[in-house]
Every structure is written in structure tokens, then in C-alpha cells.
T-cell receptor, first 117, second 114 residues
Framework: AQSVAQPEDQVNVAEGNPLTVKCTYSVSGNPYLFWYVQYPNRGLQFLLK????DNLVKGSYGFEAEFNKSQTSFHLKKPSALVSDSALYFC???????????????WGAGTKLIIKP | NAGVTQTPKFQVLKTGQSMTLQCAQDMNHNSMYWYRQDPGMGLRLIYY???????DKGEVPNGYNVSRLNKREFSLRLESAAPSQTSVYFC?????????????FGPGTRLTVL
């Protein structure tokens, strides 16, 4: 069965420090991977996606993510955190080979990122 | 462009009442989705519409119905609300239902069922 795990409910980082939000996945075939961000009382916004090609994907607001097939991970990173990065972050995956779930993303439970001044 | 809009923003219902959540998108997207978000559970797909004229069940369809009124609008109906349906509901759309297309989300409807 397809699944996504975000092992940390909350990540605390000091402003200016690098940040990492972890995501691991399990699919039967090769994955499509996504990161979304949700600011308080707002809908989710797309940050970046991995489809194929370069394992390092760059996205919005200075975020990037690294696809690691051997570790089945897709961690979200940023070199220097801003207080405004504080939000809820969701990882999602879709199995390229999946036919029954062509239209369904499998979502992680979310990680709350808190950036302290 | 307004993107994806949802009405209402907030709603309180009593058990057994019915209501319809409205969603519209102005991006000419083909596919639309309804999710519910509960604490610690991420997003769960209720129903989706891959294209105008089609709808299909997602992971948690029980207690809900949908209508794809036209290409722009996709509504979610609760016929007899239950406390278990207390949640935040998000509508989303994407260009196509293809596997790699990102989804665009509305601001959400916060529903409380007493």
C-alpha cells in the first residue's frame, strides 16, 4: 500500500539557520512527490514537485527538496530560515504505476515548522 | 484571477441538518477535488471530478454527495450532518487529473456539527 510518513510533528529552527522537514514514502513503483505549505487559516499552496530527472528540486520561496530513491525520502530544505516560513508543511506522493488511484495523492500528516527570531 | 473560491468560510450545523459547500475555479481547470482536513491526519479525499460530467469517490465518501455543475463549479453536499463530519473542507483544482499536475486549493470551509 502507498503511504507517506512525516516523522516529526513539529520542527523548531532559529531564524537564519538551515531547516529540514523530513518525508519518507512507500509506493510500488516510481513516485511523483510533492511538497505543499499551509499558512494559518489558509488553503494549501504548492511548493515543489519531483517528477523525474535531477534529484535536487528547487521550488518557491527558496525551498528545495532532495529525492533519494535508496532511502525512499524526499526531505524539504532551506539554507536560511525566515520567521515567515513558519507554517504547516505537507508531503504527498502518487505512484506512477498506480491505476486505481490515478487521481489520488497520498498525504502525510503534516509537520509544523516554527522559526524563532 | 480569484483562483479557487469556497463558500461559506464558516458554518455551524446541528446533527441531521443538511448543507451544500460551494466551490468555483476560474483557471479553466478540468479536474476538481474535495478534501477534508482533520488534525494529525493530513488531507483525505472525499470525491473528485476528473473532468466536467464525471465524479468519483475518494477515500472517505460516506455521508457526502457531489455535483459537478459545470467546468467551473463543484459542490459538496452533506445530506444529514453528523458530529464526525466536523472538519475543515478544502476544494482544489488541477489542469488535468494527470499524476504530476499540482493542485490549487481554496481557502477552506470550517464546519462544526453539534
Amino acid at each position: 500500500a502507498q503511504s507517506v510518513a512525516q516523522p516529526e510533528d513539529q520542527v523548531n529552527v532559529a531564524e537564519g539557520n538551515p531547516l529540514t522537514v523530513k518525508c519518507t514514502y512507500s509506493v510500488s513503483g516510481n513516485p511523483y512527490l510533492f511538497w505543499y505549505v499551509q499558512y494559518p487559516n489558509r488553503g494549501l499552496q504548492f511548493l515543489l514537485k519531483y517528477i523525474t530527472g535531477d534529484n535536487l528540486v528547487k521550488g518557491s520561496y527558496g525551498f528545495e527538496a532532495e529525492f533519494n530513491k535508496s532511502q525512499t525520502s524526499f526531505h524539504l530544505k532551506k539554507p536560511s530560515a525566515l520567521v515567515s516560513d513558519s507554517a504547516l508543511y505537507f508531503c504527498a506522493v502518487r505512484d506512477k504505476a498506480g491505476m486505481d488511484s490515478n487521481y489520488q495523492l497520498i498525504w502525510g500528516a503534516g509537520t509544523k515548522l516554527i522559526i524563532k527570531p | 484571477n480569484a483562483g479557487v473560491t469556497q463558500t461559506p468560510k464558516f458554518q455551524v450545523l446541528k446533527t441531521g441538518q443538511s448543507m451544500t459547500l460551494q466551490c468555483a475555479q476560474d483557471m479553466n481547470h478540468n479536474s476538481m477535488y474535495w478534501y477534508r482536513q482533520d488534525p494529525g491526519m493530513g488531507l483525505r479525499l472525499i470525491y473528485y471530478s476528473a473532468s466536467e460530467g464525471t465524479t468519483d469517490k475518494g477515500e472517505v465518501p460516506n455521508g457526502y454527495n457531489v455535483s459537478r455543475l459545470n467546468k467551473r463549479e463543484f459542490s459538496l453536499r452533506l445530506e444529514s450532518a453528523a458530529p464526525s463530519q466536523t472538519s475543515v473542507y478544502f476544494c482544489a483544482s488541477s489542469v488535468m487529473s494527470g499524476q504530476y499536475n499540482e493542485q490549487f486549493f481554496g481557502p477552506g470551509t470550517r464546519l462544526t456539527v453539534l
